[in-house]
């Protein structure tokens, strides 16, 4: 039987550039460059006072606590309790409930603006990039303390055009500049802006970088990004970190992807990734289109697969194996290779496409949203916002959130 | 604009037109065979619409970005030029003295060794003007079309 995917899209009013969910709080980036923020928590009491406590509780599950949503118990009263289910699912009258939020204001941070067009944006360990024509800049942005000032520092000043941030590190793409890479000195108890990491250079071409756990997938425009391997360490917790967690100490040196992805679409084992490079794999119609973490979205002359890449052990050479889960016939042909870029959400990978806004998952491709949108923006290492995302429209933000049926 | 952009001659797979602006176009026959589309964009659309695209890229206002160069996007960015999804075209003025005639090829998003993107002013120009809608614009700043 078909699933359908019901969603729920909270509108806000404004004309943004970006926006991300972090620590219980939305953050805006104006068409000027400045800082916003808003706390989740009155935009939920506005979907309360305005569609009452019903939809609130489905906002809840689908976008405020994805955690809650993943759970087995969850689930089991999903499956095991039909009745519960479809009184649940009741306020959606078709596939989708948009709620206008009114009547909540954001407030402009103290960071420093960003100068020039955001073409991406990042924010992690209370660190906010922002990147664009005029080069990628850093702040400091911690929601339990909004109003504290920031300078907004220069990292580099040529055209970044995409930044991730995890693991300790910010990794941007430059162009012909490379993927650069930097540690991020959280500066307890110090000014974070005083003796910063140098940048390194890590590969010399980049247009978008991704990472697949803490290994970085550096894409060129060719057939397949390159790999990089992360060599990380565990760093005990310090400031506002709780738990012991992996810091990225440098990546190896890029491998090539395309032969390891061809071979493992015809085996059902394990191949090692060997760097084997392939000429004219474009031409020969095989193209990763994107990733969702550690799983490539291959198309084969039209035929759409995933591919696992396991880099798990230290010991070994990260291997690609088939995904089984994700079934070619369930993936909508038009939707999957017509993406223009990928992201990660727990479900699978969403797909921005020119006019249209896809969800793949194992059970389906769906159409989320069916009209164009600016920018799209997942939050896949978010522990309340991994199953859901922000899109941008031309005067509002939408908080996306989904549940398939 | 009134269209009078036609077909004067060929040598050998290269096709000249005299475009509207009375310019003599090579629709480039590399951009035209299959063979050499690992290092050359492919055009979707016939001879008579390349040379059209051209046209319109050139009036009634030269769409270039002072790179020496003109664009061309479709209104709305509706039209696919290239046989990978092009949106974008560009086409190569000749400096003066140059015996080069005019030729132009469909333009996709970033990869390595492309020539060229469309500067950030003219997209916003083109935004501007309402020839393409803030989604799109967005997108080609970005390097996605």
């Known amino acids: 039987m078909n699933s359908i995917l019901k969603s729920i899209r909270i509108r806000l009013p404004g004309e943004w550039v970006d926006a991300w969910l972090y620590k219980e709080t939305a953050v805006f980036w104006s068409p000027d460059g400045f800082l916003y923020y808003l706390p989740l928590r009155e935009i939920r009491a506005a979907i ?23 759970s087995k118990q969850f689930s089991d009263l999903l499956t095991f309790v039909p009745n519960l289910r479809d009184s649940l699912l009741s306020v959606f009258e078709g596939d989708s409930l948009t709620i206008e939020v009114e009547g909540v204001d954001q407030r402009l941070s103290r960071s420093a603006p960003h100068v020039g067009y955001i073409l991406d944006t ?20 911690n929601p339990q303390f909004p109003e504290s000032e920031n300078p907004t520092i220069e990292v580099v000043d040529n055209e970044v055009l995409a930044v991730i941030a995890n693991g300790g590190r910010a990794a941007f793409s430059c162009g012909e500049a490379g993927l650069r890479t930097r540690s991020i000195e959280f500066g307890f108890g110090k000014v974070w802006w005083d003796n910063l990491a140098k940048v390194g ?3 010399d071409y980049s247009i978008d970088t991704s990472f697949s756990t803490l290994d970085l997938l550096n894409y060129t425009g060719d057939a397949a990004p390159h790999f990089l391997r992360a060599r990380t360490r565990w760093e005990d917790p310090s400031g506002s970190a709780q738990y ?47 990733n969702s973490n550690y799983h490539l979205l291959v198309s084969d002359n039209g035929r759409h697969s995933v591919i696992n890449i396991s880099a798990l052990s230290d010991s070994k050479p990260a291997r690609l194996y088939r995904n089984r889960g994700f079934r070619e016939e369930k993936m909508g042909s038009g939707l999957v290779s017509n993406a223009i870029s990928t992201q990660t959400v727990t479900s699978g990978f969403l797909l921005e496409g020119f006019d249209s806004t896809g969800l793949i998952t194992e059970r389906g491709t769906y159409v989320v949203i069916d009209e164009p949108r600016v920018r799209l923006r997942a939050f896949p290492r978010s522990r309340r916002h991994h199953d859901c995302f922000v899109a941008i429209g031309d005067n509002f933000v939408e908080l996306v959130g989904y549940i398939e049926v | 604009m009134k269209r009078t952009c036609h077909y004067v001659r060929s040598n050998g797979t290269a096709q000249y037109y005299l475009a509207c602006d009375e310019n003599e176009y090579l ?71 140059e015996a080069v005639p005019r030729h132009g090829y469909p333009v996709g998003p970033n990869r390595r060794g492309t020539p060229h993107r469309p500067d950030p002013v003219l997209v916003e120009s083109w935004q501007r003007s309402g020839r393409i809608a803030r989604h799109v614009a967005d997108k080609i700043r970005r390097g996605r079309i």
């Open chain 1, 48 to 70: 309360e006072r305005i569609a009452g406590r019903h939809v609130a509780v489905v906002a809840d599950y689908l976008v405020f606590r994805n955690d809650w949503k993943q």
């Open chain 1, 122 to 141: 990042a924010v992690y360990g209370n660190r906010v990039y922002s990147a664009g024509e005029s080069g990628l800049f850093e702040t400091e942005f």
């Open chain 1, 201 to 203: 250079t890590v590969d």
């Open chain 1, 244 to 290: 012991r967690q992996r810091i990225v100490v440098d990546y190896d040196q890029p491998l090539e992807m395309i032969g390891a992805i061809r071979k493992a679409l015809n085996s059902n084992h394990r191949i090692a990734m060997s760097g084997e490079v392939v000429t004219d794999s474009l031409e020969t119609g095989l193209k990763v289109i994107g």
């Open chain 2, 27 to 97: 629709c480039h026959p590399h951009h035209r065979m299959p063979s050499k589309a690992s290092t050359k964009s492919q055009w979707a659309i016939s001879r008579p619409e390349e040379c059209h695209t051209y046209c319109q890229a050139s009036l009634p206002t030269p769409s270039g970005d002072g790179s020496g160069g003109l664009w061309y996007i479709s209104v709305g960015a509706e039209r696919v030029l290239g046989t990978k999804g092009e949106r974008l075209a560009y086409f190569e003025i000749p400096g003066d003295g």
